[in-house]
């Protein structure tokens, strides 16, 4: 049974609330409004991708786009079950579309979680077929993108990442007026930046709601839809990580811990796990890179949260490791902006990031502050060659400045959208 056409134009014709833009990532949805790739927004559970397709739902109407024309549709809301067989999604939207001629307009369609509907894959394909259209999609894990998608719509679509929030859109969404960037970075770092949790403004409320996201992810998005057997495993590699985030872990490393708490599991049922905690975009590899000999290098790599609230939420010991959650800010960042990230090795010394894009690569040490009587952070950095971009991040306003050709920034100016270079 599916959702009557009254139910459908009710959904179509319900106002929406007041959205507060996310135009690092609206921009580039509207850049391909009306073109032929099928848009992909991927992302973490709860970073907002639902929240985004509202926005372009929003734009599209204030474009003159009429309602019926619009078929916005999540796949995680009870109202559509009934269409989560293929088959009855496709007769559902053949429907709307036969009832719905009255105009030239093309049809938007607005797929949410679209990996809950069996051989989705099909139906967006044919889609394209059945009338003019532009379509979005978003989904919750990486997998959205392999098999049969890239048989299916091999060159034919586009990947928008997404993030939760920035520092400076934290700051907008953010229910409390603060003097200082300072207090808003302090909150930021200790409750992170999904959508739903900065809007909130009492502190039990954000550490019950936090604890709700990351068991929906783990839960969800990882062991039920991987039917994972050693559930129990996979959520002591998901706190490792959590509580080494900056450190580099290796397999056998997790391994260890694991056998020292009474537990085995082989190493590749761990690096299956990491995997599908990747795939759930919980968290990020940093892999090293050997900047003479130019190659990556195996075993290890560093891994980021996707969003620092989690180790709030997650980890005991709280207000620790303040430059390793200061680091995973800055990596997150870079990514936002569009850089490829990885740990630099150079003669035995550790460049935190080699962020590079096609026409440009920076080298970044990151830092709470400069210790007294203490080179180490720049003469890292040093080992760099004159004439490449160097910079050092770090929370102390008294470090900022220029040290050999080196840049000293400020982790606030950074995060308010200062450019490297």
Same mark, same amino acid.
């Given at each position: ?145 392999? &098999? ?199 003669? &035995? ?73």
């Amino acid at each position: 049974m599916t959702p009557s056409t009254s139910q459908a134009a009710n959904q179509q014709s319900q106002p929406a609330p007041r959205l507060l833009n996310r135009p690092l990532y609206m921009d580039k949805l509207t850049s391909y409004l009306n073109t032929d790739f099928i848009k992909v927004i991927t992302g973490v559970r709860r970073s907002g991708k639902s929240y985004l397709l509202l926005l372009l739902k929003e734009h599209l109407q204030n474009q003159g786009v009429p309602g019926s024309h619009i078929i916005y549709l999540s796949f995680e809301n009870p109202e559509n079950f009934a269409l989560l067989e293929g088959k009855d999604l496709c007769n559902f939207l053949r429907e709307q579309i036969q009832q719905n001629t009255e105009n030239s307009h093309p049809y938007y369609f607005l797929f949410d979680e679209i990996q809950e509907v069996s051989g989705w894959q099909k139906i967006v394909n044919g889609l394209r077929l059945l009338c003019p259209c532009d379509i979005y999609l978003t989904g919750s894990n990486a997998s959205l993108l392999s &098999g049969e998608l890239a048989t299916y719509l091999a060159g034919r679509y586009v990947e928008i990442p997404i993030l939760p929030l920035s520092f400076t859109e934290f700051k907008a969404f953010s229910p409390i007026s603060r003097e200082h960037d300072e207090d808003y970075l302090t909150d930021y770092l200790e409750y992170g930046g999904f959508p739903s949790i900065a809007l909130q403004s009492s502190p039990n409320l954000k550490d019950d709601a936090l604890k709700g996201i990351y068991n929906s992810i783990v839960l969800h998005d990882v062991i039920s839809r991987a039917t994972v057997r050693e559930p129990q495993i996979l959520q002591k590699v998901a706190l490792f990580l959590l509580d080494n985030i900056g450190n580099l872990v290796n397999t056998n490393k997790i391994a260890n811990i694991l056998r020292t708490s009474g537990q085995k599991a082989s190493n590749n049922t761990i690096d299956s796990y990491m995997d599908l905690l990747e795939n759930a975009f919980l968290f990020y590899p940093a892999p090293r890179y050997n900047i003479r000999g130019k190659e990556f290098l195996a075993r290890s790599a560093k891994y980021y949260t996707v969003d620092l609230g989690f180790v709030h939420s997650q980890i005991a010991r709280r207000g620790r490791n303040y430059g390793s959650r200061l680091e995973n800010l800055v990596y997150l960042e870079l990514r936002r902006r569009g850089y490829t990230v990885s740990i630099g090795q150079l003669d &035995g010394k550790e460049i935190d990031f080699v962020a590079e894009k096609p026409d440009q690569t920076a080298y970044l040490q990151i830092a709470d502050h400069i210790p007294e009587n203490s080179q180490r952070e720049t003469d890292n950095l040093l080992a760099i060659p004159t004439g490449h971009q160097r910079f050092l991040i770090t929370n102390s306003w008294s470090d900022v400045g220029s040290v050999d050709g080196i840049t000293i920034m400020h982790a606030l100016d950074f995060l308010n959208g200062k450019e490297l270079g």
